[in-house]
């Protein structure tokens, strides 16, 4: 069993930067691929960014790319995701997941997700 945790979400100016934060719970955080996705009101929950349990290999949707940098600290049970030149429609709560598998951008394929955490980009 895995608990997911995230914060670091907030208002801010388009242009500017957020850093969210997922803290996991456990010894076998390191086992787990994790992943970031997002949903805006009104609409599907989307893919943004993965990372392998080692965190040598990446993943980003198209429309984060360049923007957005996740990493991950394995003997701190936590996985960020470093977001900069924001955009009003990367509002959005954020989640985290977990995947036992491979890192991947289907979130059917990840076992344990966090509470989310409110992103608002003004224009």
């Known amino acids: 069993q895995v608990q997911l945790v995230e914060s670091g979400g907030g208002l801010v100016q388009a242009g500017g930067s957020l850093r969210l934060s997922c803290a996991a719970s456990g010894r076998t955080f390191s086992r787990y691929a994790m992943g970031w996705f997002r949903q805006a009101p009104g609409k599907e929950r989307e893919f943004v960014a993965a990372?392998?349990?080692?965190?040598?290999?990446?993943y980003y949707a198209d429309s984060v790319k360049g923007r957005f940098t996740i990493s991950r600290d394995n003997a701190k049970n936590t996985v960020y995701l470093q977001m900069n030149s924001l955009k009003p429609e990367d509002t959005a709560v954020y989640y985290c997941?977990?995947?036992?598998?491979?890192?991947?951008?289907?979130?059917?394929?990840?076992?344990?997700w966090g509470q989310g955490t409110q992103v608002t980009v003004s224009s």
């Open positions: 990372i392998s349990w080692s965190g040598g290999s990446t």
């Open positions: 997941a977990a995947s036992i598998g491979h890192y991947s951008r289907e979130s059917g394929e990840y076992d344990y």
